[in-house]
């Protein structure tokens, strides 16, 4: 892996505005940054990468089942007591969930490290999906890179499969706090994608969402049957209309039992287990 500096595009500012990267400064802070990338080689993202993501994925999956099935485990993660049938619910059903990010350390030897697994309200996906794509494509018309290259990511197409298989029948909500500029921006990138693969996307502010008669509805007081939501599980469910959540007919995206993989207390348990499977191998 390198580490390589370069020059910034002198019109990206200009090229963020065209293609609405409304987030790419804010605060006072930048947000993009062009000023270098990074090189892999195809062994480092295949066994370096790849690979320990994958293993990383399936060991917090795995811990699942057992988590539902403790009182002492759930306590522990501060997860509420009126949460826990839901969440044993959503994942003996399987709710299908969308996305997750892992946070690794690598520095270009050996297996990526885990630092923390963000598997409810990630965000990145406008930048990583698309804007590095286009200064990519950028910089090889330029010739600063050469033809060829490759981005080292197939996130929108995967989304875009993703929502495809979803189905096209009733609508999709999108919510999130509507004057949080990095979360917005993250949610038209999805809605972007979701109308693209035929549903009936449809953007709700979360402030704008209401009960029913036990049921979530939108400003036209018409149910929420789907609802993507880019806030944290861990606050919705200490809301006033947190038990509505869990008992209204809304599916979730994310589901109810990514509750568990979102907690920052799950990282000790997934250290645990490695550790267990280290000792392990090694006894054998």
């Given at each position: 892996?390198e580490?390589?500096a370069l020059?910034?595009r002198?019109?990206?500012?200009?090229?963020?505005a065209e293609?609405?990267?409304?987030?790419?400064?804010f605060?006072?802070?930048?947000?993009?940054d062009e000023?270098?990338?990074?090189?892999?080689?195809?062994?480092?993202?295949e066994e370096?990468?790849?690979?320990p993501?994958?293993?990383?994925?399936?060991?917090?999956?795995s811990?699942?089942?057992t988590i539902?099935?403790?009182?002492a485990?759930?306590?522990?993660?501060?997860?509420?007591?009126?949460?826990?049938?839901?969440l044993?619910?959503s994942?003996?059903?399987?709710?299908?969930?969308?996305?997750?990010r892992l946070?690794?350390?690598?520095d270009?030897?050996?297996?990526?490290?885990?630092?923390?697994?963000n598997?409810?309200?990630?965000?990145s996906?406008y930048?990583?999906g698309?804007f590095?794509?286009?200064?990519?494509?950028?910089?090889?018309?330029r010739?600063?890179l050469?033809?060829?290259?490759d981005?080292?990511n197939?996130?929108?197409?995967?989304?875009y499969d993703?929502?495809a298989?979803?189905?096209?029948?009733?609508p999709?909500?999108?919510?999130?706090v509507?004057?949080?500029?990095?979360?917005?921006?993250?949610l038209?990138?999805?809605i972007?994608?979701a109308?693209?693969?035929g549903?009936?996307?449809r953007?709700?502010?979360?402030a704008?969402?209401g009960?029913?008669?036990?049921?979530l509805?939108?400003?036209?007081n018409?149910?929420?049957?789907?609802?993507?939501k880019?806030?944290?599980w861990?606050?919705?469910v200490?809301?006033?209309?947190?038990q509505?959540?869990l008992t209204?007919q809304?599916r979730?995206?994310e589901?109810?039992?990514?509750?568990i993989?979102s907690?920052?207390?799950?990282?000790?348990?997934?250290?645990?287990?490695?550790?267990?499977?280290?000792?392990?191998?090694?006894m054998?």
């Open positions: 892996m580490r390589i020059p910034e002198p019109n990206w500012r200009e090229r963020a293609l609405g990267f409304e987030f790419h400064t605060d006072g802070e930048p947000y993009w000023s270098a990338y990074y090189r892999f080689g195809l062994r480092q993202i370096d990468l790849e690979a993501t994958e293993e990383l994925h399936q060991m917090a999956l811990l699942i089942p539902v099935a403790s009182e485990l759930l306590t522990r993660l501060d997860i509420p007591a009126y949460c826990w049938p839901a044993e619910d994942w003996r059903r399987r709710d299908l969930h969308l996305y997750g946070d690794l350390a690598y270009g030897h050996g297996p990526a490290k885990l630092l923390e697994l598997y409810d309200t990630p965000t996906l930048e990583s698309f590095q794509w286009i200064w990519l494509e950028d910089q090889v018309h010739g600063v050469p033809a060829g290259v981005q080292f197939s996130l929108q197409e995967q989304l993703a929502f298989a979803h189905g096209h029948g009733a999709l909500h999108f919510t999130c509507g004057d949080n500029l990095e979360d917005r921006g993250n038209d990138y999805l972007d994608i109308l693209q693969a549903c009936d996307a953007f709700v502010d979360l704008d969402i009960e029913w008669q036990g049921q509805v939108d400003l036209g018409a149910p929420i049957h789907e609802l993507f880019l806030y944290p861990e606050f919705m200490r809301e006033p209309f947190g509505t959540l209204s809304t979730f995206i589901p109810a039992w990514k509750m993989l907690n920052k207390g799950i990282l000790v348990t997934v250290h645990r287990q490695g550790l267990d499977a280290h000792n392990s191998a090694g054998g």
